[in-house]
């Protein structure tokens, strides 16, 4: 064999070594992975991940379209990477589990602004405001998403986010004001509704949770620890 026919092997090798480590090793781990079901006596009572449909799949297509990931991360690392659970970003890390139905997975790797990963949990939309808390938002239900993507800055002082203006509309109130009507300045007679497209991005991010407990990671916080 000369010494050309040496060089092909090498890299001919190379090549499946490479494929077979990085390619079909992490194919055959991650691949077939499932939901995690918890059932109960042969009822089955609890499932996650559950795949995005609806208003969901709708508002996930404007979050991508709508570039927010350039800005925003959806994986929390674990303690020894990171501060991100300090943070009060979550509660446990991110595995592979959580983004099984994501295609493709939107874990972003910039961080201009805070991680979204659990956006939408009952933590984040329910906690009380602090307005001395360096890192844990306020209560951001969807009234909040909705006022923060039209006017940032009215919510979040000299925020680096955009105004999304063109996802509401500025039309004159006939009869009563909109529920939907966003509280700001307006002149009178007009209210700011939001689109569908608004809406359906408020309820992409209202839906990231991934606080849910996992048999493969442990909580940072023992009352959800997986059982």
């Known amino acids: 064999m000369n010494r050309s026919n040496y060089l092909l092997t090498g890299i001919v090798g190379s090549f499946a070594l490479s494929l077979f480590a990085l390619v079909l090793v992490p194919q055959a781990q991650l691949g077939g992975m499932q939901p995690q079901f918890q059932d109960d006596e042969g009822k089955v009572v609890d499932i996650y991940p559950i795949e995005n449909r609806g208003i969901v799949a709708g508002g996930r297509a404007v979050y991508i379209s709508e570039g927010c990931i350039y800005c925003h991360s959806q994986q929390v690392r674990d303690e020894q990477n990171g501060t991100d659970i300090d943070r009060g970003w979550g509660t446990r890390r ?5 983004y099984i139905f994501d295609s493709p997975p939107l874990l972003g790797s910039s961080r201009i602004g805070p991680d979204l990963a659990n956006v939408g949990s009952a933590k984040w939309r329910n906690e ?16 909040w998403q909705l006022l923060h993507l ?8 000299n925020s680096k986010m955009p105004a999304y203006r063109y996802l509401f509309e500025k039309r004159k ?16 007679g007009y209210e700011i509704v939001p689109k569908p497209e608004a809406k359906e991005l408020v309820g992409y991010l209202l839906s990231l949770d991934k606080s849910h ?4 990671v442990k909580t940072a916080t023992p009352e959800v620890a997986a059982k």
Not at 94 to 98: E, G, K, L, M, S
Not at 128 to 143: G, L, S, T
Not at 150 to 157: D, M, R, V
């Open 173 to 188: 109130i006939s009869g009563q004001r909109s529920d939907e009507a966003l509280n700001v300045a307006v002149e009178d």
């Open 128 to 143: 009380p405001v602090d307005e001395n808390a360096q890192y844990k938002p306020a209560k951001r239900d969807a009234a």
């Open 213 to 216: 407990p996992l048999k493969e």
């Open 94 to 98: 991110t595995v592979a589990r959580d």
């Open 150 to 157: 039209y006017a940032p800055n009215t919510i979040i002082h």
